[in-house]
Structure formats: C-alpha cells, structure tokens
C-alpha cells in the first residue's frame, strides 16, 4: 500500500517551520480516476457534453485524472503501394471490407427452417392450396412492406438479434469492432459518448432501424468546421483514424 510523506525544513531562525509535502498513494490516485470517470459519466448522462470534455481536458496528465486520453500521435501521413502493402503480410481487400459470413449463413438456415416449418404446417393442418396461396401473398406482403417502408430495417433487426443470441462468434466481432472505435477515438483525444451493439438496442437508443452497432463521440470542434464548411486536414485524419479502426481491429483478430 501507498503511504504519505512529511519532510521537515528547518530554518536559522529560531522558530522552527514545518512544511509538509502528501505524496498520494497509487490506490488514491486510483479511487481518484474513478470518480472523475463517475463524474463524466454523470454529464454525460444529464446531456452536459461540454462539461464532460472540459472536465477531462482540465485533468488531462495531472494525477487523477484518467490516463492515455489524447496521449496517442498519428504516424506522419504516407502512401503506400500494394506492394508494399503485400510485403507486409496485409491483404488489402480483407483490411478495408472484413468478410463474415455468419449473418448470411443464418438467414439461410431460417430460409430452410420456413421452407420445412411450411410444409410441416401443411401436412397437420391439411391446408388447401387456396390457403396457402393467401398466407404465401401475405408474407409476401410483409415482406414487401418492411423493404418499402423500412428498408428492409425489421428483417434486418430480425436477423441481427438472432445472430447475437445464437452465434457468440458474431456477439464477438461486433464487440471488438466497436471497441476499436472507442479506443481509438479516446486514444487521439476525442472523448466516446456512448455505444450500441445490437439493432435492438439502437432501435431503443435512438429510435433508428437500419442500424447494426455504433459508436458516438463528442467533438465540438468537428461540428464547428463542418458548419463553417471547411474541415481541416488534421481533423479529417483523426476522424479517418477513428473511422478505420473497427475494420483494422476485425483485421487483426479476425483475418
């Protein structure tokens, strides 16, 4: 455990001045990060995302405050040629669109589910063709609405909650994806404001379909530039950085 230190200054005088120096602990210094992160938490709760950027800048590399934010430097910026890219050991189409075939393999296991689950309900219930004709135009139908008015947004939700609930390797990705935005994000000084990881839990976050996870950061200098029409180069690198990192971290855990 930590202790604190005194250190005594003596004087010519013949009073004696004492002057005390508190040196803090490792463990204060942890309860410390853990309530400013509490604090920002609670601005960022109350919608106060200012205060919740001012109060970490404020602290930023003072004991207490929390450690690594903005701490990270972008490599000076270079093009490289796929052959250098191959030499490397980096394949190009995997890095920029990471492939995963599991959500499309368990749309085509439940295709196959409906197709034998059809077929069992005919042979209990003895539907005519009549009947079946009419609950084929209204799946149809279904199926036509949700592409016309929502985008294909519910069959999408649908088939993402499934995929979270029974393929762990699937949970898995998405996690690590939006992960590597908020690291990244945190990392070069932009502060996450929040996330989702699954189209349910976009939906009650934010009222949207359509979306499969998500990171949300706040930056009001961003906002500021693309208002006044003009984002600086070092703004867009950073949001570049930040935007590539989820397919970076799929690439590297991932293939």
Excluded at 103 to 123: D, F, T
Excluded at 138 to 154: E, K
Excluded at 213 to 238: I, M, P
């Amino acid at each position: 455990m930590g202790t604190s230190v005194c250190f005594l200054n003596l004087s010519s005088c013949p009073r004696l001045r004492l002057s005390t120096f508190r040196i803090l602990s490792s463990a204060e210094i942890g309860v410390s990060r853990r309530q400013v992160l509490e604090q920002v938490d609670r601005e960022l709760s109350k919608g106060d995302e200012r205060a919740a950027l001012s109060l970490l800048k404020d602290l930023q590399g003072k004991p207490g405050g929390l450690r690594c934010f903005a701490a990270a430097r972008q490599v000076p910026q270079r093009l490289y040629t796929l052959d250098e890219l191959r030499l490397n050991g980096i394949e190009t189409a995997s890095l920029l669109s990471p492939v995963d075939s599991t959500l499309g393999s368990i749309e085509r296991n439940l295709q196959l589910a409906a197709i034998l689950g059809g077929v069992a309900a005919w042979n209990v219930f003895s539907f005519n063709p009549q009947q079946i004709l009419f609950i084929s135009l209204g799946f149809l139908f279904l199926w036509t609405l949700d592409l016309v008015s929502f985008n294909g947004g519910i069959g999408s939700l649908v088939l993402d909650t499934i995929g979270h609930t029974f393929s762990q390797k699937y949970h898995n990705r998405v996690i690590q994806h939006e992960a590597g935005h908020f690291l990244i994000a945190y990392l070069v000084g932009i502060l996450p404001r929040g996330y989702t990881l699954t189209s349910l839990e976009a939906l009650k976050k934010e009222g949207s379909l359509n979306i499969q996870a998500g990171t949300a950061f706040v930056d009001f200098e961003f906002l500021e530039e693309v208002n006044a029409g003009k984002v600086s180069a070092t703004t867009l690198n950073r949001f570049s950085c930040i935007a590539l990192a989820g397919v970076a971290t799929e690439y590297l855990l991932f293939g």
